[in-house]
Structure formats: C-alpha cells, structure tokens
C-alpha cells in the first residue's frame, strides 16, 4: 500500500503563486509515476502534471503549461507542484496520485485510471 497526504493548498489572489507538495509513504519502491490532478465544483476531475518516479521524464496539461512545475525529492518521497501566474479558473481540489505499474510513463498519463492511489485532496482557491 501507498500513502499519500497533500498540503500547500489555500486562498491566492489572481497572479499568485502556490506550491502543493504530496508526500508519499509505504511501498514506494514499485512506483511509476505520480502526478496531479484538480476537480472544480460541477466539473470532471482533470489531469494537471505527472512525473516519473526517477524524476527525469514530466508532462503538463496545457492548460498550466509553462505557469506549473512539476518536481520530486528523492529523498523525501515527496513531489511538488509550483504553480505561478494562478487564474481564478485554477480554483479546484488538487489531488496527487501515484501509479504503480511496470508500463510506459505515458500509458493512461491523463486518465484518473492510470493511478491506483491517491490523496485526500488540497483546496486551491484564486480570487480575482
């Protein structure tokens, strides 16, 4: 089993910046890939960020493209999402997940199935 637990949420005006960091514990040695993703009131839970567990290889959904920064502590077990320039529309629970498969980085990067285990979530809220 993997434990996961979020933290760095919280209430940001618009322009600001945040960084939620996923602390994860257990049977951390099979690991993949982690990545994040955030559901808004009404809304599907959608794909924000991803990064291998060496650490090397990451991916971004486009719309935080270039505002977000995905990156991982070895030493630690603990991964990070720096998000700068936030918009009102980042506002959404952050959840990080871990994926513990043997297959490519890329298979099911974007879909919450490709993740078996995940946080209780993070509110991150942007006022305008």
């Known amino acids: 089993q993997v434990q996961l637990v979020e933290s760095g949420g919280g209430l940001v005006q618009a322009g600001g910046s945040l960084r939620l960091s996923c602390a994860a514990s257990g049977r951390t040695f099979s690991m993949n890939r982690m990545g994040w993703f955030r559901q808004a009131p009404g809304k599907e839970r959608e794909f924000v960020a991803a990064?291998?567990?060496?650490?090397?290889?990451?991916a971004y959904a486009d719309s935080v493209k270039g505002r977000c920064s995905m990156s991982r502590d070895t030493a630690k077990n603990t991964v990070y999402l720096q998000m700068n320039s936030l918009k009102p529309e980042d506002t959404a629970v952050y959840y990080c997940a871990a994926d513990r498969s043997s297959g490519s980085f890329y298979y099911k990067l974007k879909t919450s199935n490709g993740y078996d285990y995940w946080g209780q979530g993070t509110q991150v809220t942007v006022s305008s």
């Open positions: 990064i291998s567990w060496s650490g090397v290889t990451t």
